[in-house]
């Protein structure tokens, strides 16, 4: 078994693109299990988890990145969360019955990708493009076409099991520096990189992967960066959202004899019986 859970960002020193490899494994179980998804929702989900690390990766400053599909198929919609500090959490909802597992039979014939980017300072950005062919991995392809301009390649490949489930993904993106010597090296690269079998992307440590995909090229590796799951609920943040909902609502909620709040990314239920919500009505 090797080091999953993590992505590596690499650059090439004699050509005009860089990439990046990421592998999820615990943490995606982490992620899925409190949750009943049928399994094609399931693959989806982790192939949003991986594509939304490589996206995070993609950010040149500290914040965080929203990737949201909505359509009108089955799914009504999904979506990730991510951070600079490669924190995830994920959640689908689910409005009419599976039928098919293709990209198109979950999500729907009309749809859209919506990308929030909100950094830690400065303005928050918004990025929503139309479905496009019958995957994420095109519909990605062509934000990064819109948004950034830059011809980018993504590959994304799921393992998902009763007990644990795997995605891993890699992002291949020229650099905006010389763009006829960078269409040449990103043709170069993305040729190489499509000889990258499903099991290879799955089952090799990453080093391994890069080093088979790009022997006679120089590439740089950074560190890698470990993810994790975070859904970053907390008894303490439900106390706080209670007290600002104000003494006329919390009073409704004593009258009912409770009040319960599940986060919908872990399923956690926090409960709050009349003693402990009138304790919470004293700090308002
Ligand atoms: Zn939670």
Redesign the pocket.
Known sequence: MHQYDQLVRFIFRELDVRGEVVQVGVSLDQMLQNHDYPFPVKQLLAELVAATSLLTATLKFEGQIAVNLQGNGPIRFISVNGNHLQEFRGVARLQQEIKGDSFRELVGDQGHLLVTITPQQGERYQGIIPLEGDSLTSTLESYFQQSEQLPTRLYLHTDIGAEHSRAAGMLIQVLPVDPQKARVDFEHVTTLSDTLTRDEMLDLPIEESLYRLFHQEVVELYPAQPIRFV???SREKCESAIISLGAQVIDEHIADGSLEIS?E??N?NYQFDAAALENLKIKL
């Open positions: 859904c970053g609920c986060c990314y872990c956690t």
